[in-house]
């Protein structure tokens, strides 16, 4: 594994484990030498292509590339995909055959790899190797899919695909993040073509009863913010700042 201390990587502790949030949008836990990685959608393109919408349905390709370059980088033991992996049950079939030798090739180079059910792809296609797991724990923390509506110190999930909204220096950016309370964490949606959901949204309320702070991905760094800074896609909205920080 790489060493904790990146330019590119903020570390900090989740639930009392180190841990790292990579700019690219992985989650690396260095002392079980895990990455983590979710909402990979391989085959949107595709499947929007097939509905008429034109755009390029390249989108697994690059999401493959940039998830390989995360692996050379930390060369995890372990990876976890955390779920939405295909973005449909017939993703499989509509993958070029590159793209699938690509991927079957970068689950074979690491020892342990472990697909999360997701609720777009309840049965993983299993000819690209790899475990099939509904969710997992490693030490203080469970990973799994959909997020609880309730506490859950420790959950690590997906599904929501977090974005933040700051404003400075007369302009608003927008960008992927992490979402977390220091107790559990939404990761980032990591395919090419995927959207996000403001974490001032209703939706991360109910998970972490307050607006999360945010690790937003820069271009080559992450920016730790504060709830309290962070701001909705409405302009007459206001997070919801309610729990104990």
Request: overall charge neutral.
């Amino acid at each position: 594994m790489t060493d904790p201390v990146r330019p590119r990587a903020h570390a900090f502790r989740l639930n009392g484990v180190d841990a790292l949030a990579d700019a690219a949008g992985v989650l690396i836990l260095p002392a079980s030498e895990t990455l983590i990685v979710s909402d990979l959608h391989f085959e949107k393109g595709s499947a929007y292509a097939a509905r008429g919408q034109l755009i390029p349905p390249y989108d697994t390709r690059s999401t493959l590339r940039r998830l390989a370059e995360r692996i050379a980088d930390h060369r995890p033991q372990r990876v976890i995909a955390l779920g939405d992996s295909f973005h449909d049950l017939g993703a499989d079939g509509r993958m070029d055959d590159a793209d699938a030798g690509a991927l079957q090739a970068l689950v074979a180079s690491v020892a342990d790899w472990v697909w999360i059910e997701g609720n777009h792809d309840p049965a993983p296609p299993p000819r690209f190797g790899g475990t099939i797991m509904h969710e997992l724990n490693i030490d203080a923390l469970t990973l799994r899919h959909l997020p609880a509506e309730s506490a859950a110190p420790g959950e690590i999930a997906g599904h929501l695909h977090p974005c933040a909204k700051v404003r400075g220096k007369g302009r608003a950016v927008r960008a992927r993040c992490f979402a977390t309370n220091g107790t559990r964490l939404v990761m980032p949606a990591f395919g090419a073509f995927t959207g996000g959901l403001n974490v001032c949204d209703a939706a991360y309320d109910r998970c972490f009863g307050a607006t999360p702070d945010a690790l937003i991905m820069g271009a080559d760094t992450v920016y730790p913010v504060a709830a309290a800074k962070l701001i909705p896609d409405r302009a007459q909205s206001r997070p919801k700042i309610t729990a104990a920080r």
